[in-house]
């Protein structure tokens, strides 16, 4: 019983912190919101409506809540495999700022050779998945190589890397796959895309396959990076790399490895995204999510559970800002504002901590009296 109570306590003060980014972020934007003539809980149902969290007044035909949640958790999928491909990277010391770019090679690759082929589902699913996981894994392996064999930082790799895919896969979308009318992408077939269509009521929706494949893989990284020795390597590699090495640990390998896995679970979110929510991709544009997922991994406390339940916050602001911004009138760039404060607050968290800490170990009755340097300075003044 004790162990059950101490566990309960540290997932609890694991969760103080992010609570009071949250908190903090909400506050502020608020703020925002009552300074452009708003009503802040207005914008904020606003964006639950959006999500299919809370009914809409009214809906148009064939669709309702069904069709809003579900494609909530379209979008809610690449969110957290993005995420956790972040965080990875995080675990090893390594900031993964080309998720974006991890995610469009995997989806323009996947849709080329299974989306616009007549191959049935049950061969279409398995091979786009595995097109998502070798060709993010290349892209992640080959950007930890570079760290490793040549000491070339990661963010300046990925960034590259995501300004050559970003243009090179616009160059065969506009030449030889682009749809004659929208000029982005053909969409995939029906067999090869990533959703189940769904009827209830009268009401259509789309269910995501991928979100049953991201709760798994949450649940494989956790144990992986808790009770693994793979995952104590990166874990150590991360915190020290040369106290790791001292220690035995082969500090090239698991930073490429790291990066690989890290390139796999965005290559996830590319097939998710590419042939699941969005159906298409738009010529030298990558997706804000691969960016928003930075925020969410930070927010997560770099944890496969936290990036989860940070995933469905952040989430609920990219989906609903569209309806959001239709029926309350607050642009929908709003949105992209309050995920950049989440983000600020969650890097604060270890001040955030140590304010905590502070206030822990003074004594209460000590918290508003001055100090002897406090009266020293009134009387001096």
Known sequence: MKKFITRVRSALSGLLVPSISIALT????????????KNPLEVFLGFLRGSGLVFKPRYAGGQGILTDFFSYLSIL?????????????????????????????????????VGYSDLPTYLAWPLVIIIGLVAGGAMGALIGFLKHRFNIHEVVTSIMLNYIISYVTAFFINTY????????????????????????????????????????????????LDRTTVGFRINAVGLNKDCARYAGINV???????????????????????????????????????????????????APVGCLFASILVTIFQKG???????????????????????????????????????????????????????AEEERV
């Not at 957290?80 to 491909?85: E, M, Q």
Request: glycine residues 10%; positive net charge.
């Open 252 to 302: 090239g390998n698991n930073v490429v490895l790291a990066m690989a896995m890290s390139g796999m679970l965005a290559g996830l979110a590319g097939i998710t995204y590419y042939l699941g929510f969005a159906n298409n991709m738009v010529p030298k544009e990558l997706v804000s999510l691969g960016y928003d997922s930075i925020a969410v991994a930070v927010l997560g406390n770099v």
């Open 77 to 113: 999928t690449p969110m957290i495999f993005a995420s956790l491909g972040v965080m990875m990277g995080l675990r090893a010391g390594l900031f993964n700022i080309g998720v974006a770019g991890q995610m469009l090679l995997p989806g323009f690759l996947a849709s080329v050779f």
């Open 177 to 224: 796959f682009a749809d004659p009318v929208t000029r982005n992408s053909r969409p995939v077939s029906e067999a090869s895309r990533l959703l189940i269509p769904g009827q209830a009521g009268g009401v259509r929706f789309d269910l995501p396959v991928g979100l049953v494949v991201a709760l798994l893989v949450i649940f494989v990284m956790r144990f992986l």
């Open 321 to 375: 800002s569209v309806y959001m911004s239709s029926n309350v009138g607050v642009p929908k760039d709003i949105a992209s504002v309050i995920i950049g404060i989440l983000l600020m607050f969650s890097a604060s968290g270890l001040y955030i901590e140590e304010t905590l800490q502070r206030l822990k170990r003074t004594p209460r009755s000590k918290r508003g009296a001055k100090t002897d340097t406090d009266k």
């Open 26 to 37: 909400l506050i502020v934007a608020s703020v925002i919101v009552l300074l452009l003539g």
